[in-house]
Nanobody, 124 residues
Framework: QVKLVESGGGSVPAGGSLRLSCTASLRTDIPYYMAWFRQAPGKGREAVATLSSDGLTTYADSVQGRFLISKAAAGNTLYLQMNNLKPEDTAMYYC??????????????????WGQGTQVTVSL
């Protein structure tokens, strides 16, 4: 059964750091595109960072230089290191996976496997 489970969310003051983890149970015969999305109350779900199966990354402009997406060497855990957090980073963060190479990796409709989300709250 394919499954994604996020962890590591919490409440931190502005300027703090968190590392989100996504434990993945996925097929081993498919190269997956992985991503972190977030959704704040009243807003749409936006791509924060993406990671292709061959290591290419993209970041939202708002997190460039502060967030880092990576994958464990064993390949079954996806991470999002978040530094210098700001109140506007407050959102539910979701891990997502899509099959093979994605033509529009920052488009949420490209992904068909989602985790349940983990809440990140950044206070002033």
């Amino acid at each position: 059964q394919v499954k994604l489970v996020e962890s590591g969310g919490g409440s931190v003051p502005a300027g703090g750091s968190l590392r989100l983890s996504c434990t993945a149970s996925l097929r081993t015969d498919i190269p997956y595109y992985m991503a972190w999305f977030r959704q704040a109350p009243g807003k749409g779900r936006e791509a924060v960072a993406t990671l292709s199966s061959d290591g290419l990354t993209t970041y939202a402009d708002s997190v460039q230089g502060r967030f880092l997406i990576s994958k464990a060497a064993a390949g079954n855990t996806l991470y999002l290191q978040m530094n210098n957090l700001k109140p506007e980073d407050t959102a539910m963060y979701y891990c997502a996976a899509g099959d093979y190479d994605l033509p529009r990796p920052r488009d949420r409709t490209e992904y068909h496997i989602w985790g349940q989300g983990t809440q990140v709250t950044v206070s002033l």
